[in-house]
């Protein structure tokens, strides 16, 4: 049975925070805002949690999976950030963007893709998943809160309550948020992509 706290979207509670932190490095799976969604989300490293959040999303190997980093310091821990990389994160982010980097050895190889070696890196514009990360202290894996069938994702922690409460650990409550696609952008061989317009705007890339 899932734990709901209710956490001020602009001015967490610390209590709460560090509780939500003590489910996650315990092997939880929680349900938390983004400022594009709500996400699922537990520890880097722990295989049984991400195994759960592949099966209530449904996902298989080739997915992308999203490490949700506090700063560029602990982007460039994760991935192989060259100086264009870094100029543009740093100058997106905060915000609703997903980079697609190459991993390094620090990532798991089973949050890799397979073929691919690259991983997804946010750095997200939401107290509540900020905090979260910083406390932390280390990258949070996470994944968009959309259900198998389902056409958008989850907007409403009341409903994602009681449609989850048997499958998560946590569901933090920080109201309604719209799900909206995040912004994907690829650093390829030539430079950075679009891959996916989304909410996040890059002018410098038109």
């Known amino acids: 049975m899932a734990q709901f ?3 001020h979207p602009e001015n967490p509670q610390l209590r709460l925070i560090h509780r939500a932190v003590e489910i996650i490095q315990n092997g939880g ?3 938390y805002p983004t400022d594009s969604s709500y996400a699922l989300a537990c520890h880097i490293g722990d295989k049984q949690a991400l ?3 592949r099966r209530i999303r449904q996902l298989d190997d080739k997915h992308d999976f999203t490490l949700i ?3 560029l310091t602990q982007v460039s821990t994760f991935t192989k950030m060259g100086n264009n990389a870094h100029r543009l994160i ?10 697609i980097l190459d991993a390094t050895r620090e990532v798991p ?3 890799q893709h397979p073929n691919k070696k690259t991983i997804g890196i946010r750095i997200p514009n939401h107290p509540i998943a900020q905090l979260l990360v910083k406390e932390l202290q280390e990258p949070l894996f996470s994944s968009t809160l959309i259900l198998p069938g389902d056409d958008e994702g989850l907007t409403d922690p009341y409903e994602i309550r009681e449609r989850l409460e ?11 948020i719209p799900c909206e696609e995040t912004t994907i952008i690829a650093f390829l061989d030539h430079g950075p992509e679009i891959v996916r317009q989304g ?3 890059a002018p410098m890339m038109d």
């Open 199 to 201: 909410k996040g705007i």
């Open 69 to 71: 980093c506090t700063d």
């Open 5 to 7: 706290f209710a956490i």
């Open 51 to 53: 195994d759960k959040i």
């Open 29 to 31: 799976v929680i349900a």
């Open 109 to 111: 190889r089973r949050l």
């Open 90 to 99: 740093k100058a997106l982010t905060p915000g609703p963007f997903t980079f």
């Open 166 to 176: 048997h499958e998560l650990d946590l569901v933090i409550d920080a109201g309604v």
